[in-house]
């Protein structure tokens, strides 16, 4: 499959570990963001989501965390497996507007 | 589970030449999507249709871009004339209306090669 984002920031964690990847956003009005993994040679998949309300959110095994006044996102992976890696990228939307805007990604390497 | 299947996988075309990028959205969806991303580069907006028509576009979809929902299954991307810089993936993408329920589901992406 294609190789996404060659030169992306990389994280590198031990199996088991937990994975903290960060975000900065751009838009102070952007109301809902989103987490997506994207493996290689595949399209986008959703992780977990947030309201610009909410100031956290856990799903199963990861914690979406947000700093609305530093406009900053993070998602927390706990007890990481090899089938966390992938490229993840954090995803701000404006309800009003129907277009999402992605940030640059990270990738996220697990060790064994 | 329901998904956004794109075809074809890889597309290889001449510069100057006509590509069409197909998509069937999942069913019951009314809001559609075309994304690029070029290799290393993070994902970008290209457009969004609902109702038959585009609702918001980026300045990346210009006069060389079109869409097109022909028959209330699929929703194609039409690049008339491609450039060499228009190689990239293609990720076609749909939602439900529903605020509630505000996220994409993306299709596995066409990579487009222009030659």
């Known amino acids: 499959g294609e190789s996404v984002g060659l030169h992306l920031p990389t994280l590198s964690v031990q199996e088991g570990d937990n994975s903290i990847i960060n975000c900065a956003y751009s838009?102070?009005?952007?109301?809902?963001f989103i987490w997506y993994k994207q493996e290689s040679g595949k399209g986008p998949q959703f992780i977990i989501d947030?309201?610009?309300?909410?100031d956290k959110r856990q799903g199963q095994r990861v914690t979406v965390l947000l700093n609305k006044t530093v406009k900053h996102l993070s998602l927390q992976i706990a007890a990481t497996q090899p089938g966390d890696s992938a490229v993840y990228f954090c995803a701000e939307i404006f309800v009003y507007g129907q277009n999402f805007v992605f940030g640059p990604g990270t990738r996220l390497s697990v060790l064994p | 589970e329901p998904e956004v299947t794109q075809t074809p996988s890889h597309q290889v075309t001449q510069m100057g030449q006509e590509v069409i990028l197909r998509c069937v959205p999942i069913s019951n969806h009314l809001y559609f999507y075309w994304y690029r991303q070029i290799l290393g580069q993070k994902v970008e907006f290209l457009v969004s249709?609902?109702?038959?028509?585009?609702?918001?576009k980026s300045e990346i979809f210009d006069d060389q871009f079109s869409v097109e929902r022909p028959d209330g299954s699929n929703f194609t991307l039409k690049i008339r004339s491609t450039k060499l810089e228009d190689s990239a993936m293609y990720f076609c993408a749909s939602r439900l209306e529903e605020l509630a329920k505000n996220i994409q589901y993306f299709g596995a992406g066409t990579r487009l090669s222009v030659l």
């Open positions: 947030i309201r610009s309300n909410m």
């Open positions: 249709f609902y109702n038959n028509e585009i609702s918001e």
């Open positions: 838009n102070s009005a952007s109301d809902y």
